[in-house]
């Protein structure tokens, strides 16, 4: 069955730290990766996505996602925390062949930031 | 990027009345859109698959009398909460997606989502 974890639920950490949110999937063919922001009262924005190539994929805002198909896991992670991040980060799987397709969302990761 | 609008963002209905929500695609022509719940601090739960032309298609366990939805254009699909009620409060929100072309998958772009309210 096609499903998305992220393990932590809610993750503080201080301005200018560095973060790392954890996402791990089950999918059965090939995934397309997804991580998308949401503010609260809003919809959501991509961060960024990864189809195919490196491994390693650039996003807005400063963000980065690894993708590593050993652990199945595609972590995003960013050096230097601003305040303006703190928000609710979902990651998020689909077969993104098709504009017909569906996209699960893992449960979601609450980033608060300690000034 | 490509830009969905959701109307209304905030709504406030009694018990009993029906509500209806509208999910545009402002600037590309969507023949799949796609209708989300979101419950307070939760994730988005896939509600249905509206798609132009045709009957929408469910999610296991959502009842498709009390949330009607209608494709009828490229650009518009709406979502009808029928009799609502207080357990219908919540944060709707509907996507749609566009094949991003050159073999690199698609993308789906959100409305701003809707309150919705039931007093």
């Known amino acids: 069955a096609q499903s998305v974890t992220q393990p932590d639920i809610h993750i503080t950490v201080s301005e200018g730290a560095s973060l790392e949110l954890r996402c791990n999937y089950s999918?059965?063919?090939?995934?397309?990766l997804f991580w998308y922001v949401q503010s609260p009262g809003q919809g959501l924005q991509l961060l960024l996505k990864?189809?195919?190539?490196?491994?390693l994929v650039q996003g807005i805002k400063g963000f980065e996602a690894e993708f590593k198909r050993s652990q199945s896991s595609f972590n995003l992670r960013k050096p230097s925390v601003h305040w303006s991040d703190a928000a609710e980060y979902f990651c998020a799987v689909g077969p993104g062949y098709s504009s017909a397709s569906k996209i699960i969302f893992g449960s979601g990761t609450r980033l608060s930031i300690r000034p | 990027g490509a830009v969905v609008s959701q109307h209304p963002s905030r709504v406030i209905c009694k018990s009993g009345t029906s509500v209806k929500i509208e999910c545009r695609s402002l600037?590309?022509?969507?023949?799949?859109m796609f209708w989300y719940r979101q419950f307070p601090k939760q994730s988005l739960m896939l509600m249905a698959t509206s798609n132009e032309g045709s009957k929408a298609t469910y999610e296991q366990g959502v009842e498709k009398d009390k949330f009607l939805i209608n494709h009828a254009s490229l650009t518009l699909s709406t979502l009808t909460v029928t009799s609502a009620h207080p357990e219908d409060s919540s944060f709707y929100i509907c996507?749609?997606?566009?094949?991003?072309?050159?073999?690199?998958?698609?993308?789906?772009?959100f409305g701003q989502g809707t309150r919705l309210t039931v007093v």
């Open positions: 999918y059965g063919a090939t995934p397309y």
């Open positions: 600037d590309f022509q969507a023949t799949t």
């Open positions: 990864y189809f195919s190539g490196d491994t």
């Open positions: 996507s749609a997606t566009l094949p991003a072309g050159g073999g690199l998958g698609t993308e789906a772009f």
